[in-house]
């Protein structure tokens, strides 16, 4: 779900850069109204490296192959840190790999760090209630996991398909689109499994990586 | 002015024949078509395989050309085979950097083809083996973790 170089128009290119240096200012501004700011940014670093390569790590869904994303687990683990975090990976993975591109990472920031922050507030309200025992925090998780794919795939469908250039058989790019989109649905299923089996050990053995403030 | 000579008469004929070879050989062309020219235009068919980086073809990828002229108008459009194949021939007049770009739902990648002045013949986009790769990694990756302990270094 990586956007390259020249796929989007320049205008484009620049309204995502103006988005990203907003949402990425308003997290660092909640960021910097914790308790203490430096705290977590062990674990966003070392998420940050999980979001980097797990790019690489394909699952075969035929007729194509997906690969996990993570963003649903870092909102969930990471609560604010989790929209720069996914800015410094999409960097490093557009630099190094050519994974989206130098002009489409303000637009690939937004398509995958957004749901990634969506996901934490909706991970937070395993917190509503009485008792947020392993049931409820996997049932919390898979819906951040799952829901951030879901999220991810409408915002780059909606990106690619409205700005499609000139020249380009539109209605087959469409069919083209829709046959990625349901290459991802299992990936939300997978996704949202991965995030649950991973939030619901983290409670068992290390519950102290799972409060974000 | 030779056909006249022929009709002289007979004591002449050595004179005749030569006049006639010579004239042979002064209108070579005109009187018979021996001679041969050859035009050329040389031209270069390019042909590119587009890949997923997993190594599997763009099947019926859509392919963009523009010309070195025009880039923001395409100059040719085209679908790719079941193998990511495309073959196109660029105007020769046209020579400078012709960009080829690959799409299929939201992945590909453009080319950047030289052509004329004797550009390259083969190249390739991105393309890093997987030695390379595991070595980006690894630094980026340990640039990461380098992160994490100094930032955890307080705790200690």
């Not at chain 2, 068919?45 to 523009?66: F, H, K, L, N, R």
């Not at chain 2, 108008?73 to 193998?83: K, Q």
Request: charged share 10%.
């Amino acid at each position: 779900m990586h956007i390259p170089d020249g796929f989007l128009p320049a205008s484009v290119c620049a309204a995502g850069y103006v988005a990203t240096a907003a949402v990425a200012g308003y997290s660092i501004y909640k960021i910097n109204k914790q308790e203490d700011p430096r705290e977590d940014i062990p674990k966003a670093a070392l998420m940050t490296a999980a979001f980097f390569v797990v790019s690489w790590i394909h699952i075969p869904v035929p007729p194509s192959s997906v690969h996990l994303i993570l963003g649903g687990l870092m909102g969930a683990m990471l609560g604010y840190y989790a929209f720069p975090a996914i800015l410094i990976g999409l960097f490093f993975q557009a630099v190094m790999f050519q994974h989206g591109g130098l002009t489409t990472l303000g637009v690939n920031a937004i398509v995958m760090g957004v749901p990634a922050l969506l996901a934490y507030y909706v991970f937070r309200l395993k917190n509503v209630g009485n008792h947020s025992g392993p049931a409820k925090t996997g049932l919390f998780g898979f819906l951040a996991g799952f829901g951030s794919i879901a999220v991810s795939v409408v915002l780059v469908v909606v990106v690619l398909l409205t700005f499609v250039p000139a020249g380009l058989d539109l209605s087959m790019e469409r069919t083209a689109t829709i046959s990625l989109i349901i290459a991802h649905v299992p990936l939300m299923f997978i996704e949202g499994a991965f995030t649950a089996l991973v939030v619901v050990f983290l409670l068992r053995v290390q519950p102290r990586l799972l409060g974000v403030a | 002015m030779h056909l006249r000579g022929i009709i002289v008469g007979n004591k002449q004929k050595f004179v005749i024949g030569l006049t006639l070879v010579i004239a042979i050989l002064c209108f070579p062309a005109v009187v018979y078509a021996h001679g041969a020219f050859i035009e050329y235009t040389s031209s270069v068919e390019i042909e590119i395989v587009a890949t997923y980086d997993t190594g599997e073809p763009m099947s019926d990828a859509q392919v963009v050309v523009y010309a070195p002229d025009d880039p923001a108008n395409p100059w040719l459009t085209g679908v790719c085979d079941e193998e990511g194949r495309f073959t196109f021939t660029p105007d020769s007049s046209k020579t400078g950097t012709w960009d080829v770009q690959v799409r299929k739902s939201g992945h590909g990648d453009t080319a950047h083809i030289p052509v004329g002045d004797g550009g390259g013949t083969t190249g390739e986009t991105g393309g890093y083996t997987v030695l390379q790769i595991v070595l980006m990694s690894v630094c980026v990756i340990w640039g990461f973790i380098g992160t994490a302990l100094y930032f955890s270094r307080r705790k200690a």
